[in-house]
């Protein structure tokens, strides 16, 4: 079994990623911020996004994330930032983000990232590493999306590097309200996990989705409220199969 909460894994694509288990590669908002920076590319405008997380109503898991980016000419530029912990051990992210389209239907992303673990009485440490991702439209109803996280195997202690992640996504979408999401990732040193999600538009402002993943098996729920022109609340849950909620 495996479980991982440290901000040093890649960080999910937010409560709406998290309600549609996990998967993110093919987003197109701000939330590409945590899932997939070619995403960003997409964006129209100057967005900000907020989320937080406390698993298995734990306070020492506790995880919150700051996102947000701006177009400027061709490209999109943005900032994110997260920590996760306790007093005895937290951990600090800092990611530039860049998103630029390479044409029409595909895009390219990255972001360079710097990780800081601190442990009182024990001392920090502070990583640089980055990641890059890619998006491309086959059809109006099909898009792909992939990202590569740490692909040089950055080192926390000597033979304890961060977690190396590829992962590869497909959407479909065959109208206004529904959109379908799979996706398989895989750690180097772990099984290779499969997530798959839904997000169904039931009124204009409300949007509900449900998601599964593997390798550990885990069921999600969640949705997402408009409440005014430029705002937005998402919510999600998730159930992991051996540690519940």
């Known amino acids: 079994m495996s479980l991982w909460a440290q901000v040093s894994y890649p960080l999910p694509a937010g409560a709406r990623g998290q309600a549609m288990g996990g998967a993110g590669a093919v987003f197109q908002d701000i939330h590409a911020a945590w899932s997939n920076p070619a995403g960003l590319a997409y964006l129209e405008g100057t967005s900000v996004a907020l989320f937080g997380e406390q698993r298995f109503a734990l306070s020492d898991l506790r995880q919150v994330s700051a996102a947000g980016a701006m177009p400027v000419g061709n490209s999109t530029i943005g900032l994110a930032v997260g920590y996760f912990g306790f007093e005895a051990y937290n951990e600090s992210r800092i990611g530039l983000l860049y998103g630029r389209k390479l044409a029409k239907n595909l895009s390219l992303g990255a972001q360079l990232y710097t990780l800081g673990t601190r442990i009182p009485d024990y001392g920090s440490k502070q990583l640089i590493s980055f990641e890059v991702g890619l998006q491309a439209a086959i059809s109006p109803e099909v898009r792909v999306g992939g990202r590569v996280a740490n692909p040089v195997r950055v ?8 977690p190396t992640v590829v992962n590869f996504g497909v959407s479909y979408q065959p109208g206004d309200q529904v959109l379908l999401v799979a996706e398989v990732e895989k750690d180097i040193l772990f099984p290779v996990r499969v997530r798959c999600g839904l997000d169904y538009q039931l009124i204009d402002a409300l949007h509900l989705r449900a998601g599964v993943a593997t390798n550990p098996s885990l069921l999600s729920f ?9 705002w937005q609340l998402d919510f999600s849950a998730a159930y992991h199969q051996h540690l519940g909620f």
Do not use: K, S, T
Not at 155 to 162: A, T
Not at 222 to 230: M, S, V, W
């Open 155 to 162: 080192e926390v202690l000597e033979g304890e590097p961060l």
């Open 222 to 230: 969640g949705l997402g409220y408009r409440l005014l022109e430029q």
